[in-house]
Structures are given as structure tokens and as C-alpha cells.
């Protein structure tokens, strides 16, 4: 209850205090949504740190020769390395053998750049050549395998016996304004093949 001040008097002076007083209830709501913003706060760290809402993938392994390994477009099986000798000369080469299926819906000449990278030593060779199973072009109708080979243009050439590593990653489709391309997504597998005589 507020006490009226007689007519001709003035109010005593409250002395300020540097705040404003609240009352309970008002303390209680700031409380309350101070606590829900920190805790929105910590929730949004650990979920940063954890690597965000991204779909969760094992990391790259190592699978046998034959196995099938499935991509956006593609089924790849890996068959065999050997270094065989080049068409009309006496030169090595490495090739490595797949057994692949086009998983698209229209067909397809290869698998795109840096799809397939082998692994030479100590040299990642990401630039293939490759053909069909009698050397000419591939052209990859949606849904049948086919037999077909990389060559491998690595500076220094295994030798038969030696082990040499297949890695495989992932496309992802990118599309924009005025472009539509792949690119290059996560590795997802590797096989480990010892090098035969062609």
C-alpha cells in the first residue's frame, strides 16, 4: 500500500541503489531462459565437436580382391594387378584388372577423374588409362559388368611379387547455375593386390 504524501510536503528521496528490483517471478523467467541458452549452448558445442549433423561413415578399410565395393554410380571389384608388356613394344606396364557395373541410370565411358587411385610405393598415381578387356574403349550400359582394365602411369614400376594398394572413393553430384559435374568424395575402401606376370 502506498502512503499519500500530505499537500504541501515532498516525498523523502530514495537513495539509489544501482539496480532495479525484480520481483520473484521476474528473477525466476531470467533464470529460467539464462539456463535454457547455456544449455542450448552446450548442446550445439558437443554437437560441433562430434563433427555436426554429417551423416556418419566408418573410416576407409581394407577389403579382398573380388569383393564388391558400391559407389553413387558404380560397383568395382578388384581383380588382380600385373605388369605386363606394352602393346607393339617391349616396354612394362602396370595394369590392374576390375570387374565393373555402371549403378546409373544412363550409360557411362568411365569412372570419373581420381575415382580409382593406386597406390606404387610411395607414389599415389591418380591419372588412368582405362580400356576394355581387349584394349579398345569402354562404353558402360546401366546394370551389366564387364571385365575392364586401368593402366597405371606410375613413375617407377613394381616388380612382379611386389604389393600394390587400389584406393577407392566416392562422387558426389554437384549441380549449379549453369554447371553440373562430379566431384570427388571420401575414400571408402582399399585393396591390397600382389603384383602377377601378364
Same mark, same amino acid.
Given at each position: 500500500?502506498?502512503?499519500?504524501?500530505?499537500?504541501?510536503?515532498?516525498?523523502?528521496?530514495? #537513495? =539509489?541503489?544501482? =539496480?532495479?528490483?525484480?520481483?520473484?517471478?521476474?528473477?525466476? /523467467?531470467?533464470?529460467?531462459?539464462?539456463?535454457?541458452?547455456?544449455?542450448? &549452448?552446450?548442446?550445439?558445442?558437443?554437437?560441433?565437436?562430434?563433427?555436426?549433423?554429417?551423416?556418419?561413415?566408418?573410416?576407409? &578399410? =581394407?577389403?579382398?580382391? &573380388?569383393?564388391?565395393?558400391?559407389?553413387?554410380?558404380?560397383?568395382?571389384?578388384?581383380?588382380?594387378?600385373?605388369?605386363?608388356?606394352?602393346? =607393339?613394344?617391349?616396354?612394362?606396364?602396370?595394369?590392374?584388372?576390375?570387374?565393373?557395373?555402371?549403378?546409373?541410370?544412363?550409360?557411362?565411358?568411365?569412372?570419373?577423374?581420381?575415382?580409382?587411385?593406386?597406390?606404387?610405393?610411395?607414389?599415389?598415381?591418380?591419372?588412368?588409362?582405362?580400356?576394355?578387356?581387349?584394349?579398345?574403349?569402354?562404353?558402360?550400359?546401366? &546394370?551389366?559388368?564387364?571385365?575392364?582394365?586401368?593402366?597405371?602411369?606410375?613413375?617407377?614400376? #613394381?616388380?612382379?611379387?611386389?604389393?600394390?594398394?587400389?584406393?577407392?572413393?566416392?562422387?558426389?553430384?554437384?549441380?549449379?547455375?549453369?554447371?553440373?559435374?562430379?566431384?570427388?568424395?571420401?575414400?571408402?575402401?582399399?585393396?591390397?593386390?600382389?603384383?602377377?606376370? /601378364?
Amino acid at each position: 500500500m502506498v502512503r499519500s504524501v500530505p499537500p504541501g510536503q515532498q516525498r523523502p528521496a530514495v #537513495p =539509489y541503489s544501482g =539496480y532495479v528490483k525484480l520481483s520473484d517471478r521476474a528473477r525466476r /523467467g531470467i533464470l529460467q531462459w539464462t539456463i535454457s541458452l547455456v544449455l542450448l &549452448g552446450a548442446l550445439a558445442g558437443t554437437v560441433a565437436v562430434l563433427g555436426g549433423f554429417e551423416p556418419v561413415h566408418t573410416p576407409p &578399410g =581394407y577389403v579382398q580382391p &573380388g569383393e564388391p565395393q558400391r559407389t553413387t554410380r558404380w560397383e568395382f571389384r578388384v581383380d588382380r594387378a600385373e605388369l605386363a608388356t606394352k602393346d =607393339y613394344s617391349d616396354e612394362k606396364v602396370l595394369r590392374v584388372w576390375f570387374t565393373l557395373t555402371n549403378l546409373w541410370e544412363e550409360t557411362l565411358s568411365r569412372p570419373g577423374d581420381r575415382i580409382v587411385a593406386v597406390s606404387v610405393g610411395d607414389e599415389l598415381v591418380q591419372e588412368l588409362i582405362w580400356r576394355d578387356a581387349n584394349g579398345g574403349t569402354i562404353s558402360m550400359d546401366p &546394370g551389366v559388368p564387364r571385365r575392364v582394365v586401368a593402366q597405371v602411369k606410375a613413375t617407377e614400376l #613394381p616388380q612382379t611379387g611386389d604389393e600394390v594398394t587400389v584406393r577407392l572413393g566416392d562422387e558426389s553430384e554437384s549441380t549449379g547455375l549453369v554447371s553440373h559435374g562430379w566431384a570427388l568424395g571420401r575414400e571408402i575402401n582399399a585393396v591390397k593386390l600382389t603384383v602377377e606376370q /601378364g
